[in-house]
Nanobody, 121 residues
């Protein structure tokens, strides 16, 4: 069974930095760390940053230039470095991982339990 362990959330002041990490394990299929999403109270879950085709990275406009997404496929891990944090970045952040066949065919999507990021003014 796929398990995702997220870490790195917390409380930070405006302008501060945090690094979120996600480690995936437990699949007999290939694990592909995909990206991070976030959800604030009363809002829908939204994309923060995610890998697209050919290794490209898609960032939400609101985080471009401030957040950096990276992954280590050998470790099945995903990191999100968040700099210059703003109060509007306050949300629960969710890691997204996909399982695929070794030919790259998508199988299933998995989500972490969420880690809270709070940015104080």
């Amino acid at each position: 069974q796929v398990q995702l362990v997220e870490s790195g959330g917390g409380v930070v002041q405006t302008g501060g930095s945090l690094r979120l990490s996600c480690a995936a394990s437990g699949s007999i299929f290939r694990l592909e760390p995909m990206g991070w999403y976030r959800q604030a109270p009363g809002d829908q879950r939204e994309l923060v940053a995610a890998f697209g085709s050919e290794g490209s990275i898609n960032y939400a406009d609101s985080v471009k230039g401030r957040f950096t997404l990276s992954r280590d496929m050998s470790e099945n891990s995903l990191d999100l470095l968040m700099n210059n944090l703003k109060p509007e970045d306050t949300a629960t952040y969710f890691c997204h991982v996909r399982t695929t066949t070794y030919l790259g065919e998508k199988l299933s999507d998995f989500w972490g339990q969420g880690t809270q990021v709070t940015v104080s003014a």
